[in-house]
Each structure stands twice: as C-alpha cells, then as structure tokens.
T-cell receptor, first 114, second 111 residues
C-alpha cells in the first residue's frame, strides 16, 4: 500500500534561518507531488507541484523553492525564512492512472517562525 | 483564473442535516471533491463526483452537482460530533493536473 511521510512534524525556526522540509512517498511510482500551505484561519494554498523528477511548477512567487531530486522525494526549502512563512505545510500525491486524481495527504509539518 | 469559493463557517445542531456549499469556475473540471480535515491533521478524501453526474450518495453523505451554475454541495445527514471538522471543496483543473481547493468550511456542531 502507498504511504506518504513528512518530516519534521513540528519546527520552530528564527526569522532569517534556512528551511528544509522533506516529503517521501512509498508504494507508488511516478506520482504527481504537491506542496500546500495552510496558514492559521486560512484555506489551503498550493505552493508547488511536480509531475516528474526535476519538474517543478510554482504557483505563488515567494521566498520558498521546491526540488524533486528523486521520483518519490519532494523537498521544500527556503534560504531565509520570514514571519509570514509560519503555517501548516502539507505534502500530497496523486497517481497518474487509476484513481480519479484523488490526492493523498501527508500528516503535515507545523512551522513556526519566531 | 481558477477559483473555488466556500462559506467559512457553518453551525448545525447535533442530529440535524448539514449542507456545505461550494462554487467553482472551471467549466472543464472532470472531478469535484470533498475533503475533511480534522484538527492538526492532513486532509482525507470524503467523496468525489464525476462531472457527468448530478448526484452521488454514500451512506450519510449526499453530493449534488449543478454544472450549469457550477455549484457543488455536500449534505451530511444526522450530523454527529465527530463530523466537526473543516470541509474543503476541490476541483481538478484537468489540463495541467492541478487540484484547486476552496478555503474550507468549518463545521461546528451544537449540542
């Protein structure tokens, strides 16, 4: 069966520090991968999505970046965090065949920038 | 661009029916979804409807789709305290494999 992992589960970082959040998927190949951010009291914002290794589409211009070094690994990074980067970060994947684009979400990373 | 709109809050008495509404803009959407998010957790797919359907029923859940008005609704019959969560409407933008989510409706259950 497929599973999706995210780490760390929680993170407290000072303003200006770097960030690296990792997401890995098991039990499937060539998934579409997504990063979302959910700010407090707000909805789900699509940040990046990837349809293959090295292929990243950015939805919102900001100080975050994403990379996909391997088929089932998706990394969210920042060189210098801002206070506004605080939020709940969710990774998700969809298969490219079979299920009707059902998205499977990871458990999320709670990021607090201080 | 693509957009999905939902009301932000809904309060319902335990045992009553909850109806959560959503409007979307992409007329070429093939699938529309309802996701549930419990506190501090990721999203879980509740149900989905294909664009050539008008209605789908799954136990206590009923999804209604009005393609002409681009309106989707989720009805939860006999609402229970465990239904307290944020419910997200989402549509597939089929041309580029994106899924666009609404901001979510927080369902509050009154005793």
């Amino acid at each position: 069966s497929q599973t999706i992992h995210q780490w760390p589960a929680t993170l407290v970082q000072p303003v200006g520090s770097p960030l690296s959040l990792e997401c890995t998927v098991e039990g499937t190949s060539n998934p579409n991968l997504y990063w979302y951010r959910q700010a407090a009291g707000r909805g789900l914002q699509l940040l990046f999505y990837s349809v293959g290794i090295g292929q990243i589409s950015s939805e919102v211009p900001q100080n975050l970046s994403a990379s996909r070094p391997q088929d089932r690994q998706f990394i969210l990074s920042s060189k210098k965090l801002l206070l506004s980067d605080s939020g709940f970060y969710l990774c998700a994947w969809t298969g490219t065949s079979g299920d009707p684009y059902e998205q499977y979400f990871g458990p999320g990373t709670r990021l607090t920038v201080t | 661009g693509e957009d999905v709109e939902q009301s932000l809050f809904l309060s319902v008495r335990e045992g009553d029916s909850s109806v959560i509404n959503c409007t979307y803009t992409d007329s070429s959407s093939t699938y529309l979804y309802w996701y549930k998010q419990e506190p501090g957790a990721g999203l879980q797919l509740l149900t989905y409807i294909f664009s050539n359907m008008d209605m789908k029923q799954d136990q206590r859940l009923t999804v209604l789709l009005n393609k002409k008005d681009k309106h989707l609704s989720l009805r939860i019959a006999d609402t229970q305290t465990g239904d307290s969560a944020i419910y997200f409407c989402a549509e597939v933008v089929s041309r580029d494999d994106k899924i666009i989510f609404g901001k979510g409706t927080r369902l509050h259950i009154l005793p």
